[in-house]
């Protein structure tokens, strides 16, 4: 027989074994023994390399598992499964699972003991997700916030904040389209998730390393959620002598506000925020960290410039204008 033969036959056999334990798993309600099954079918595939992942076709099994209404022990032997193999072949397992990460993540709806399950799962995967698996997380986190159940948004939200304090430079550079997906469920009507998204979105600012605005964070993440607070926000930064870089990390909790308050009625508001875009502007060093908030500024700036009735006013608006275009280097926009 051929060596070629006989390698086949070696892992035929191996693909076997697997999934005969694969099956034994979800036979056992009971957490101990499923996780002494769990632990030897996990040590085979680490044994037997990451291609007996793919022979098993474990990714569908567990698709199809978690699809067909499945029981309480198919739904904790599946979470097991997830826990181990993260735990022991860490990044080697990441391109499989957001495959049916949804799915798990659907479980959070599911009992207590399910939910605190796959919560513990759902923490151990951020603090030692791949910080580069950031862009593949998080679309499919904030599509999952838009589901009706509470405890989907909670465990979500949660997970945004595990990531934030693992993935420092992926949660800073994507701030921009993270504060305004998180500041939505300051809103939502259950505290738990309103105090989850407070949480998450505090987690990912703490990455904001601005020394002129890291002492009033706390007050600008609070008027993020609530208008009635803009102006003292407005206030504060008013207040702030900017001498440090401006980048596009500090633009994504400040830029927000300052669009608000350049719609308010009040000239006045409008006239320090123009002062304060103004402020900044002269401080921002790349123009890649102001052009996410170009579409925000630019059409406020312009309003306040040319319709404000009172002249100084209109005066700090141009000159907020200007800056933010001297800013982005783009004078095709000012034509």
Known sequence: ??????????????????????????????????????DNFVNLIEEHGIDSIVNLNLKEKIITSLSNKPNFST?????????????????KFEPY?????????????DNKSINQMINTFLTDFGNHMNPYATIIILPILFKKLKEFSWKIKVGCLSLISVIAQNATTQIGNLLPIIVPQITEYFWDTKYEVKQAAKEALTACCNNISNPDVKPIIPILISANGNPKET??????LMG?????????????????????????RDVQVNRKCAVVIDNMCKLVCSESDVEPFVDKLLPQLTRVAEEVPIPEIREYGQRA???????????????
């Open 97 to 109: 699972l957001f495959s049916f990460i949804e799915s798990l993540i659907d479980l959070l709806d």
């Open 321 to 335: 204008k200007e800056t933010l275009l001297k800013a982005i280097n783009n004078s095709e926009i000012n034509k």
């Open 240 to 264: 702030t002598t900017f001498v440090s870089q401006v980048d596009k990390q500090t633009l994504s909790i400040i830029v927000p506000l300052m669009n608000r308050g350049l719609k308010d």
């Open 1 to 38: 027989m051929s060596n070629l033969n006989l390698n086949e036959n070696s892992a035929n056999t191996k693909t076997v074994v697997l999934n005969n334990l694969y099956n034994e798993i979800f036979q056992n309600e009971d957490v101990t023994n499923q996780t002494v099954i769990v």
């Open 75 to 91: 739904k904790q032997g599946i979470i097991l499964i997830c826990h181990q193999l993260q735990t022991k072949l860490k990044e």
């Open 231 to 236: 102006n003292i926000a407005i206030d504060k």
